[in-house]
C-alpha cells in the first residue's frame, strides 16, 4: 500500500488566490496537522540530522515585544536537537531550513503544494517560481517574533498549537521602505517600525492545527504563540515578475539618494524593465548603471 504520510493538501479557492496572491493576505485549511512527518518524534530525528549545519538552523529565545530588533533577540547557544528537548521548560523559538535536503519526503511534500498553489492561480501560470524553499518553526509556548517582512510570497501551514499573525498587506509600507531593502539585495528579513503602520490594516489570524495562511511577499507582520508548543512549517518563493519589482524598488532607492522622485513600480512599465535590467549589472559595472540613470533621469 502507497505511503500517503507526505501528501499534503490545502483548499483554497482557485478565484480567492488569484484575487489575493502577492496582495492581500488570505486564510484557508489544510491536512499537514495529520501527516506523521509532523509528528514531534519523527521532527526529533530530522532535527539530529542538522548537527554542524549551523548556516540551516536557528535557535533563538522569544522577544520580548512586537517592535524588538532582531538583532536584540539573544540567541540560545543550543543545537536544535537540544532546542527541542527543552521546548516545554525554556522560552525557544527553532528554524529548521530547507527540510528537504535532510529528508526527501519533505521535497515530495514541498513539490506537491507548489504543483496545488501554481493550479490554483492563473497568474502563476505564466510566471515563473525562483528561489523555492521551505522552512520548519518550532516555539515554545508564548513566545513573541518581531515586527518584519519577508522578500517572498508565503504559505504557512499552522501544524500544531496556536499563533496569533499579526498581518498587514504590502500596500501597508511605503515605496522608501521597501526600496531600502531591495536595494541591498536583500533575500532575508527586514524590519519596520510597527507604529508607523494604519491599524485598520491589519488582519488578525488565529491559527491553529489544520489553518493556514498566503502572506504576500512584502507584507509586514508579528507573530504571538499561545498555549502549547507551536509547530508550523512555510513554504515561500519569489516569482520572476516580483523580482522585477524588486529590482525596479532597488534602482528607485538609488535615484532617491541622488535626489530624484522615482515613479513605483507599475506607473512606467518600460521603465520599469529598464531600471530592473540595470540592477542586475549593479554590481558588477558602475558604470552601466550611471548611463542607465541619466537615461532614467532623462539627462
Ligand atoms: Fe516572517
Given at each position: 500500500?502507497?505511503?500517503?504520510?507526505?501528501?499534503?493538501?490545502?483548499?483554497?479557492?482557485p478565484q480567492a488566490l488569484d484575487r489575493s496572491f502577492n496582495r492581500e493576505p488570505i486564510g484557508?485549511?489544510?491536512?499537514?496537522?495529520?501527516?506523521?512527518?509532523?509528528?514531534?518524534?519523527?521532527l526529533r530525528t530530522l532535527a539530529e540530522k542538522y548537527q554542524g549545519h549551523d548556516s540551516d538552523y536557528m535557535v533563538a529565545s522569544s522577544a520580548s515585544a512586537p517592535d524588538q530588533k532582531f538583532r536584540s533577540v539573544k540567541s540560545a547557544n543550543l543545537n536544535p536537537s537540544q532546542a527541542i528537548d527543552r521546548l516545554k521548560?525554556?522560552?525557544?523559538?527553532?528554524?529548521?531550513?530547507?527540510?528537504?535536503?535532510?529528508d526527501s519526503r519533505f521535497q515530495e511534500l514541498l513539490d506537491g503544494l507548489t504543483e496545488q498553489v501554481v493550479s490554483l492561480s492563473g497568474g502563476l501560470k505564466t510566471d515563473r517560481i525562483m528561489r523555492l524553499e521551505s522552512s520548519i518553526f518550532l516555539t515554545s509556548a508564548k513566545t513573541l517574533t518581531p515586527f518584519h517582512f519577508d522578500p517572498s510570497a508565503v504559505f504557512f501551514f499552522q501544524i500544531a498549537g496556536e499563533k496569533i499573525y499579526h498581518l498587514y498587506p504590502p500596500s501597508a509600507l511605503t515605496e522608501p521602505e521597501m526600496e531600502q531593502f531591495y536595494f541591498r539585495g536583500m533575500v532575508d528579513i527586514a524590519q519596520v517600525e510597527l507604529n508607523r503602520r494604519d491599524p485598520k490594516l491589519e488582519h488578525v489570524f488565529k491559527l491553529s492545527a489544520g489553518k493556514g495562511l498566503h502572506q504576500p511577499q512584502n507584507a509586514p507582520h508579528?507573530?504571538?504563540t499561545n498555549g502549547d508548543i507551536s509547530i508550523s512549517y512555510s513554504f515561500f518563493f519569489e516569482t520572476l515578475a516580483a523580482r522585477k519589482i524588486s529590482r525596479t524598488r532597488g534602482f528607485n532607492h538609488y535615484l532617491r539618494k541622488i535626489g530624484a522622485q522615482p515613479s513605483?513600480?507599475?506607473?512606467?512599465?518600460?521603465?520599469?524593465?529598464?531600471?530592473?535590467?540595470?540592477?542586475?549589472?549593479?554590481?558588477?559595472?558602475?558604470?552601466?548603471?550611471?548611463?542607465?540613470?541619466?537615461?532614467?533621469l532623462g539627462k
Open positions: 500500500m502507497k505511503n500517503n504520510s507526505y501528501m499534503g493538501r490545502l483548499e483554497l479557492a484557508f485549511d489544510h491536512n499537514l496537522s495529520t501527516l506523521d512527518l509532523f509528528g514531534l518524534d519523527s521548560t525554556e522560552s525557544v523559538r527553532i528554524l529548521l531550513k530547507r527540510p528537504q535536503d535532510y508579528w507573530v504571538e513605483p513600480p507599475g506607473a512606467h512599465p518600460r521603465l520599469d524593465a529598464f531600471k530592473a535590467d540595470a540592477m542586475d549589472v549593479w554590481i558588477p559595472c558602475r558604470k552601466t548603471l550611471s548611463a542607465v540613470k541619466s537615461a532614467a
